[in-house]
């Protein structure tokens, strides 16, 4: 390949990435660049696993965090007063929201949302077990 045609090729990929941030907010193309955006598991909110548990909502937070930090292969990448992102490593990095939303001083509902249905089953059964579980299986390809 020549010079020529690496630069087009570089210039149209520049192109695209930059036509695809500029539908968000230039916050949410820096995120999305380096990975970090938590746009797209707000947007699943609505397909979200949840479950209402009997504690307040900064204990409901505390717990929750707790579980998280124990769960092998899970990295946190965002953390906020109402959620807490997290790449699931055991799937391929596949990121799952846990968001929180305060009902009244006794009770929090707990949202799990991703675009993985693995990734959102798995974090849901550690948070709404309360108990940590062992990761799910790596999808091994032997080529």
Known sequence: MNKMTAMVISGLLIILCLSNMALATPTEAFKGFFAVSTRELEELKSTAMTKIFEYDYKTCYDKTLAIV???????????????????????????????????????????????????????ASN????KVQKPLARISLNL
């Open 127 to 130: 948070v709404f077990s309360g």
């Open 69 to 123: 930090e124990k769960m092998p292969e899970t990295v946190i990448y965002a953390q906020k007063n109402d959620l807490i992102a997290v790449y699931c490593v055991c799937l391929n990095s596949t990121p799952a929201g846990i968001f929180f939303e305060k009902i009244d001083s006794t009770h929090t509902r707990i949202l799990i949302s991703s675009a993985s249905s693995r990734a959102k089953d798995w974090v």
